[in-house]
């Protein structure tokens, strides 16, 4: 976590060479001593996140969810909004800015891309205008929406990806249900509602599975709190043995 706060400062503030800069920063992070989240909100989804994911990925996010609450966190249920559109608001924004991102090079070296990602970049130049400005319309809900669920705690606490890495060339995920979900889809469900939104995410790592392969926890927070982060992330790894933490 320190380095992460080191890596963060750097990065952090208005930078007058990017349009798109944010003249704000987040509050300057100081590496704690005593790991006392005392009074500290967690917000543990009810929905979205724990669905559809690996048992081992829930146990281990779980149980260091736990271990928030030991340090003197106090635990709240909370609802993820708007869950429904996730899914087709990070595709209808992805899709078309990804395209004209690509654009030249797609229409000049196409043969360069792999089948999938080409047809996929291909299908953007068809969308239209008024799909992309709809999942816009989309984003800015679910922003106010995470802004008014984020009230009601300090942070959110979530798996960071539903499944640990599967075998090369594996292409689908069938779940205990019998849903089956593209890999793709897997590795990008949990992350989204951070994408679409803009809030800060912070991910650590909490375990691993019965082949060692490593499990992470998110901390999600409201704009320009990555400090607290920060407190919450450092506070759960003084707990863990270096050697774990070594191992992820």
Not at 86 to 92: K, M
Not at 154 to 174: C, Y
């Amino acid at each position: 976590m320190a380095d992460a706060a080191l890596v963060l400062a750097a990065l952090a503030g208005h930078d007058p060479r990017d349009p798109a800069s944010r003249n704000a920063a987040p509050a300057p992070y100081t590496p704690i001593t005593n790991p006392n989240l005392t009074g500290l909100r967690v917000g543990v989804p009810r929905n979205y996140y724990f669905d559809h994911i690996d048992p081992e990925v829930e146990a281990a996010v779980r149980r260091a969810i736990d271990q928030l609450q030991s340090l003197g966190a106090r635990l709240v249920e909370v609802e993820i909004p708007m869950t429904r559109y996730i899914q087709a608001t990070q595709w209808g924004l992805m899709v078309p800015e990804a395209t004209a991102y690509h654009e030249a090079t797609l229409r000049t070296i196409p043969q360069r891309y792999r089948a999938d990602v080409r047809i996929l970049l291909e299908a953007g130049e068809l969308m239209p205008a008024g799909d992309y400005l709809r999942a816009q319309r989309s984003r800015k809900l679910m922003q106010q929406e995470w802004i008014r669920m984020l009230r009601e705690v300090d942070l959110v606490a979530a798996p960071t990806v539903a499944a640990t890495a599967v075998e090369a060339r594996q292409e689908t995920i069938t779940w205990a249900d019998g849903t089956t979900e593209a890999v793709s889809d897997t590795y990008v469900r949990l992350s989204s509602p951070a994408n679409i939104t803009g809030i800060p995410a912070l991910s650590l790592p909490v375990g691993h599975d019965a082949t060692g392969l490593p499990i992470g926890m998110q901390l999600l927070g409201t704009p320009l709190s990555e400090d607290i982060l920060l407190r919450v992330g450092h506070a759960y790894e003084k707990t863990q043995p270096i050697r774990e933490l070594a191992q992820a």
